[in-house]
């Protein structure tokens, strides 16, 4: 079996665990595996999906709204276009400091291969 256990995807989202086991219960958001001795193991398809919701929730999306974004788009599509958003408005507007944190949220909430694909190379 692959996978984290939660306590290692809490550190990476910078989520609680109690909110992890939550968003899990509450909405369906993640689907782990479970080990033989019943400890959850997410994938980083489930990581992707906290990143998601937390990029979203940051730009005012409600909660339930930004879950059901995050599910639905495997892609990250709308997190993705948010982020070019900004990094293209930065870089148009000649501001380095603005596109270096736009590059760095980018990388943070996509990780560094999805941020190159959705992010960088459009």
């Known amino acids: 079996m692959r996978g984290i256990r939660i306590g290692e995807l809490a550190r990476r989202t910078g989520l609680s665990v109690d909110v992890l086991r939550a968003w899990e219960r509450r909405f369906g958001l993640f689907q782990p595996q479970r080990t033989s001795s019943g400890y959850r193991l997410y994938s980083e398809r ?3 999906s906290a990143h998601d919701v937390i990029a979203l929730k ?15 788009a495997p892609i990250h599509t709308h997190t993705a276009q ?10 148009r507007g000649l501001d380095p400091e603005t596109a270096r944190r736009a590059v760095a949220a980018a990388t943070q909430t996509l ?3 999805a941020a190159m694909v959705a992010v960088y190379l459009p």
């Open 46 to 48: 489930d990581e992707r």
């Open 58 to 72: 940051a730009q005012g999306v409600p909660l339930a709204k930004a879950v059901a974004l995050a599910r639905d």
């Open 82 to 91: 948010v982020l070019i958003a900004r990094v293209d408005d930065a870089v």
């Open 111 to 113: 990780g560094v291969e």
